[in-house]
């Protein structure tokens, strides 16, 4: 009888190399991934900010771009905004709009209308509330 020889496949350097890419990127995923579970920041409350842009004419109203920033650790479920339009001498117009969900450290962008030009007024954004999901 003769004893067969096991021969030994051996991995080449692509082999190693795909193998190497697919150890890094597992191990990174689950270093974010415990990273973010450990994070102090899930215990921080949304913290919104709203900032407005440029008013633009269309047609007969004036459209005001919101964006709104949530710098917090929690994500907040429908977020409302408010834009008061404050001239002397006339009671404000105000434009709200809601946002369904805003995650934390997300932005979201809306628009307001007023029938009044506001780049001739004050404008005064703030959030009327949110809820906790």
Do not use: C, H
Not at 24 to 51: M, N, Q
Not at 95 to 122: I, M, N, Q
């Amino acid at each position: 009888m003769t004893k067969k020889k096991q021969r030994r496949v051996q991995k080449n350097w692509l082999e190693w190399a795909v193998f190497g890419v697919s150890l890094v990127l597992v191990a990174s995923t689950l270093g974010f991934l415990i990273y973010e579970g450990l994070g102090a920041e899930g215990d921080v409350p949304p913290a919104l900010r709203v900032e407005l842009g440029t008013p633009e004419q269309r047609g007969e109203q004036f459209v005001v771009p919101v964006t709104l920033f949530n710098g917090g650790g929690q994500t907040a479920e429908g977020v409302t905004v408010e834009v008061s339009l404050e001239r002397e001498g006339s009671p404000p117009e105000r434009g709200e709009f809601a946002v369904a969900f805003l995650p934390r450290g997300g932005k979201r962008e809306g628009f307001v209308t007023f029938r009044t030009d506001p780049r001739s007024a004050r404008l005064v954004p703030r959030v009327l509330g949110y809820e906790k999901p």
